[in-house]
């Protein structure tokens, strides 16, 4: 049986801490869990079974492993410890007998995306960015449709447009929608983003370093890799939608409190071919992966054991390729999650009413 290897690692430090080790998820709080994750060597997850391509029926097995490292850890320790670490994981998958092996994460983020770690270990390597780009940008216009706003007319917002999959996003968005806001924290990289861009855009494209400006999209796709959140509820219009692929998340905890009058939907979520038990808990309801993972699993259903997304630019003709390869072993996209709730139809439409109140006491009293 053809096999694959996903690496993970501890996201939110607590909670992700005491799915796999309980006791130590409650003594140690985040700080501490931080500071010891530098010396943990690398865990052994899960074996996952029961993956099945729906059109060639080829069933393949896997296993998830972990590099202790907290996304505050990767940024802080100098670029080659991370790198160590990662690949003393990824040699875990190498006698596991994984024939490829998928970084989840900042494990993809760090450093140079992937190139270094992947010259360093036998089996391929990928960073599953590329399929990410497809999910995403699905998922919005998809989020568009259930929210009534004609993508032909929107105006739309991707943060972290500067970014490995952001650039890709906003690249495909621009082709969409009336007007792109490319939002990063480098102003000379953001006109150079818009300088390529312009070439093929039907939108018109607008760069900035401020959220503010946040406030005049209805669609936005956020892919930021910063370690906190960054958008906040006086960021947001109401009725707009926002997509969050960031892991850590972009959007604050406090939108889903504060603001019932915007679709914030977690970004990156596929329904897996065949009856797939994954013998963990990463959060996800039981047949769901990050789009990530599948890009993994779909190259290993397919067979194509090579490096496969590397570095930080992303080709439009990989995005594309892994979306239809996905597509034939039969990922879908999976139904919303917010803040790892289900969006269900009624969540939509108290969302779209009051939405409409919003803007009607907006148009009363400006
Ligand atoms: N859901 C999924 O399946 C999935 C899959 C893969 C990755 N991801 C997540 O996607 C995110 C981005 O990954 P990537 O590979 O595209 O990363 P990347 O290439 O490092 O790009 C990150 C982008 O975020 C910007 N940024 C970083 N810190 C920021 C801050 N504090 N405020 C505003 N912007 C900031 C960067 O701006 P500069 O250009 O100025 O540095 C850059 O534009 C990560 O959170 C990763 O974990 C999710």
Redesign the pocket.
């Known amino acids: 049986m053809d096999t694959f290897a996903f690496i993970i690692h501890p996201i939110d430090p607590k909670r992700d801490v005491s799915r796999k080790f309980p006791l130590l998820g409650r003594v140690l709080n985040e700080r501490q869990i931080d500071f010891f994750s530098t010396f943990f060597p690398p865990v052994f997850i899960s074996e996952i079974e029961g993956i099945s391509s729906q059109t060639t029926g080829k069933e393949i097995k896997g296993w998830f492993i972990a590099c202790p490292y907290t996304p505050r850890r990767m940024m802080e320790l100098p670029e080659r410890t991370v790198y160590r670490k990662i690949i003393q994981t990824g040699r875990m998958a190498e006698k596991l007998g994984a024939q490829i092996l998928g970084l989840g ?2 494990t ?2 760090i450093g140079d ?1 992937g190139v270094t770690i992947a010259n360093a270990l036998d089996v391929p390597v990928t960073t ?2 590329s399929y ?1 780009v497809t999910v995403a940008v699905d998922s919005i216009r998809e989020a568009a449709r259930v929210m009534d706003i004609p993508l032909s007319g929107a105006t739309a917002a991707v943060v ?7 650039q890709v996003c906003a690249e495909l968005l621009a082709e969409d929608v009336e007007r792109l806001y490319l939002i ?3 102003q000379a ?1 953001l006109e150079e983003l818009r300088d390529r861009l312009q070439v093929r855009a039907r939108a018109e494209l607008i760069v900035s370093t401020k959220m503010d400006v946040l406030a005049n999209a209805q669609l936005i796709l956020t ?4 370690i906190h959140d ?1 958008i906040r509820p006086e960021h947001l219009q109401p009725g707009s939608v926002v997509c969050d ?4 998340r972009d959007v604050s905890a406090m939108v889903a409190a504060a603001r019932d009058d915007i679709l914030v939907i977690d ?2 979520m596929v329904d897996v071919p065949g009856s797939v038990d994954f013998h963990f808990n990463f959060g996800f309801p039981p047949g769901k992966a ?3 993972m599948a890009e993994t699993i779909a190259l290993a259903l397919e067979g194509r054991f090579e490096d496969y997304t590397l570095g ?1 630019h992303l080709t439009r003709e990989r995005v594309e390729e892994i979306g239809a390869m996905a597509k034939k072993h039969g990922f879908r996209l999976s139904g919303f999650r917010s803040f790892e709730r289900e969006v269900t139809p009624q969540h939509i439409e108290t969302v779209r009413r009051n939405a409409k109140n919003a803007l009607h006491l907006r148009a009363v009293h400006p």
């Open positions: 994460a900042f993809s983020v995306a599953g960015d990410t972290g447009a500067t970014g490995a999959i952001g990063g924290r480098r990289a892919v930021t890799s910063a960054v692929v960031a892991r850590p970004g990156g990050y789009a990530c930080k």
